[in-house]
């Protein structure tokens, strides 16, 4: 079962836990990558500097369509209602990371206009680890089944998506999180602040 935009939207609003204080200008940060490669555990530590609301696919994903079946039409749905939100929270103040593979430069276009429409300061974070590293990860995270994890993403899943992959055409920031991120994490912090 599908609902109108509105509705997706307003069940996504529902699921926030409580929103950080409005900011003028209040910064989009959109983090991207391949699965494993540390999204969400580098928008956690981001989170524990920032006062931001961390908004994620696969949540979100969860949310919209509690079995998800990955399909074209489905990704349409949560993407369009996430970019609906992210607006509406930016109009309203409340500074975002989006946490998603955001792997087509087409997809992020629409993050780049909300961006533009809001006024918001926009921060392009590319997050990438050696394959082996990633391999190992989503290995681990498949044998643990943590509920931490959204994302039902393996290693078949990256293969299939990293030939996808398209270059960010915008400055951006690239960190490894197999490194310390403490200097990218720390240099984020100062950009939100310019």
Same mark, same amino acid.
Not at 18 to 36: A, F, K, R, Y
């Given at each position: 079962? =599908?609902?109108? +935009?509105?509705?997706?939207?307003?069940?996504?609003?529902?699921?926030?836990?409580?929103?950080?204080?409005?900011?003028? !200008?209040?910064?989009?940060?959109?983090?991207?990558?391949?699965?494993?490669?540390?999204? #969400?555990?580098?928008? /956690?530590?981001? @989170? !524990? /500097?920032?006062?931001?609301?961390?908004?994620?696919?696969?949540?979100?994903?969860?949310? +919209?369509?509690?079995?998800?079946?990955?399909? *074209?039409?489905?990704?349409?749905?949560?993407? #369009? &209602?996430?970019?609906?939100? %992210? *607006? !509406?929270?930016?109009?309203?103040?409340?500074?975002?990371?989006?946490? $998603?593979?955001?792997?087509?430069?087409?997809? /992020?276009?629409? +993050?780049?206009?909300?961006? !533009?429409? =809001?006024? &918001?300061?926009?921060?392009?974070?590319?997050? *990438?680890?050696?394959? *082996?590293?990633?391999?190992?990860?989503? +290995? @681990?995270?498949?044998? $643990?089944?943590?509920?931490?994890?959204? #994302?039902? &993403?393996?290693?078949?899943?990256?293969?299939?998506?990293?030939? /996808?992959?398209?270059? %960010?055409?915008?400055?951006?920031?690239?960190?490894?999180?197999?490194?310390?991120?403490?200097?990218?994490?720390?240099? %984020?912090?100062?950009? =939100?602040?310019?």
């Amino acid at each position: 079962m =599908t609902g109108s +935009l509105d509705e997706d939207v307003e069940k996504l609003r529902q699921s926030l836990n409580g929103l950080p204080h409005p900011q003028v !200008e209040p910064p989009l940060i959109v983090v991207s990558g391949l699965p494993g490669t540390g999204k #969400s555990f580098f928008c /956690r530590k981001l @989170a !524990e /500097r920032l006062s931001f609301l961390i908004l994620t696919s696969d949540t979100s994903r969860k949310i +919209l369509s509690p079995s998800p079946l990955y399909k *074209e039409s489905e990704n349409k749905r949560l993407f #369009s &209602a996430c970019y609906a939100l %992210i *607006e !509406e929270l930016l109009r309203k103040g409340i500074p975002v990371i989006f946490d $998603a593979t955001n792997l087509l430069e087409h997809h /992020r276009e629409h +993050l780049y206009h909300v961006a !533009e429409r =809001t006024g &918001a300061k926009l921060i392009l974070v590319w997050v *990438e680890a050696p394959a *082996e590293v990633v391999r190992q990860r989503l +290995l @681990a995270r498949e044998k $643990a089944a943590m509920p931490q994890y959204d #994302s039902e &993403a393996d290693w078949e899943v990256y293969n299939k998506m990293k030939p /996808r992959r398209e270059k %960010i055409s915008r400055n951006h920031l690239v960190v490894d999180t197999s490194q310390d991120i403490t200097a990218i994490i720390d240099k %984020i912090v100062r950009a =939100t602040k310019k």
